[in-house]
């Protein structure tokens, strides 16, 4: 069975365009023209080289990497995905059964442990077939997957982007972590194959880090611990509705500040502005209003949903940090006691195998791979306006899964308590386009969901 990141495309010009880029700016003639300059690979190596060096690697993200990640841990699933200038296409765990998947064994420091570890990888997939034969959704037997379990799934970038994967997984957050640690070895093998100019000097370019100070203790008093909400609206800009009318306005008549903000007294302009905003070509006014908001307990199932939207700034906690003792609980089993004692068991079971083995002196990042993707934890997001309709459009949607949708739902409810005029008509594709694009997938309740999220 193969395993790692394989390079299975690279763009056609590959180092050619990546070396005429670097002449462009300070040699006379057409961009074809420096082009077809550009043929010699020894002199575009010596190049591209000397031009990263200098620290302008924005030349190298002309050339362009597709990658195959073959039956990896999900650990470096999760690594991966928190790259935004990425992308990615993974094997769904909503859709596709995954009883015979298989799992990655790291090596543990007492060899002795790898028996019980196996046996109780073997029992969580045996727990994971009896759910979907009880005719629990995939999307929620996926819960008591283990995160050693194998994902599959395609990865394609740019050759910047792809130098810093190749730093972190050698000198960053994925060093420590074995399985992430060798498949940077080997895909930077395989990248200066590839591109020798991209990728020559790795190690003498690789960014110097400091040691990050300690992070500061917070004290939580007594009492705090009882149910919190699954969402919590951080912060936002200041006056968000009258700073994206005013950009929308300003942008589109080009009127003076003063007139402008004259003309938004009026509610009915303001509201009309508003609609312009949100609903024209391009646009650019809603990136204007930003908001910062916590979503609490998401599964780390759910946690891939979140990241995968790129225009963000989220911050997700390292998985040596997930608390082992906390785990969402689906309405599927929610309601029948055999299968809620098979599922309780399933996480009570792998927490004392993280204890057993924590005790013996493995590591925290050996001991991710005992985490199940039931375990919640915290993360905090900031989204501007624009990538908020995206995020709301999507996971607002009945075909979103479950828990991501409730979440969506409940911050577009207190975004709209904040902002009502600019949030008025977010929400699923039929409310805020008035169509739906799922086709033969559509749930057939537009009219429903207007009439839900109109209100």
Not at 91 to 114: H, I, L, M, Q, T
Not at 151 to 167: A, I, M, P, T, Y
Not at 362 to 390: I, S
Request: charged share 25%; proline share 4%.
């Amino acid at each position: 069975m193969q395993h790692g990141a394989f390079i299975i495309g690279v763009s056609s010009c590959n180092e050619e365009v990546c070396a005429a880029a670097g002449r462009i700016s300070t040699q006379q003639g057409s961009a074809l023209e420096i082009f077809d300059r550009s043929h010699d690979a020894e002199k575009n190596q010596k190049l591209i080289g000397k031009v990263t060096a200098s620290g302008h690697t924005s030349t190298v993200e002309h050339v362009f990497f597709n990658l195959a990640f073959e039956n990896v841990s999900v650990v470096v699933e999760q690594f991966m995905i928190e790259f935004r200038l990425a992308s990615f296409t993974v094997k769904s765990r909503r859709y596709v059964d995954f009883s015979d998947c298989g799992y990655f064994v790291p090596a543990f420091r007492d060899p002795a442990n790898e028996a019980v570890f196996r046996q109780q990888m073997d029992k969580l997939f045996g727990v994971y077939t009896a759910l979907c034969a009880a005719d629990v959704p995939k999307e929620d037997a996926r819960f008591v997957l283990p995160y050693c379990f194998y994902s599959n799934f395609f990865c394609s970038l740019g050759g910047r982007e792809l130098l810093h994967v190749l730093d972190e997984m050698l000198y960053g957050r994925g060093k420590d972590f074995s399985e992430i640690h060798e498949i940077g070895v080997s895909l930077l093998k395989q990248c200066r194959e590839a591109a020798p100019g991209v990728f020559a000097d790795f190690e003498q370019k690789h960014e110097t880090r400091r040691t990050a100070p300690p992070c500061p203790a917070v004290a939580v008093p007594d009492g705090t611990d009882g149910p919190r909400p699954a969402v919590e609206l951080l912060a936002g800009s200041p006056d968000a509705q009258m700073t994206v009318a005013e950009s929308a306005l300003i942008e589109a008549t080009g009127a003076p500040t003063d007139a402008v903000r004259a003309a938004l007294n009026d509610e009915a302009t303001l509201r009309r502005a508003l609609d312009y905003a949100v609903h024209c070509d391009r646009p650019r006014a809603l990136e204007s209003a930003v908001f910062t908001l916590r979503f609490n307990d998401v599964s780390l199932a759910a946690v891939t949903h979140f990241v995968r939207h790129r225009i963000q700034s989220i911050c997700v906690p390292g998985l040596t940090a997930c608390d082992r003792g906390s785990y969402i609980i689906p309405a599927a089993v929610r309601g029948n006691e055999a299968l809620l004692d098979l599922y309780v068991g399933a996480f009570e079971g792998t927490a004392a195998l993280y204890r057993t083995l924590k005790a013996s002196g493995e590591t925290e990042e050996t001991l991710v791979y005992v985490l199940l993707a039931g375990n919640v934890m915290d993360l905090v997001t900031t989204m501007n306006a624009r990538e908020l309709r995206l995020f709301l459009k999507l996971r607002t949607c009945t075909r979103a899964q479950w828990e991501i949708r409730a979440f969506a739902i409940e911050a577009l409810r207190l975004l709209r308590e904040r902002c009502p005029l600019l949030f008025a008509d977010y929400g699923p594709s039929c409310v805020c386009e008035g169509r739906c694009p799922e086709g033969r997938m559509s749930c057939g309740r537009m009219q429903e969901m207007r009439e839900r999220f109109g209100k």
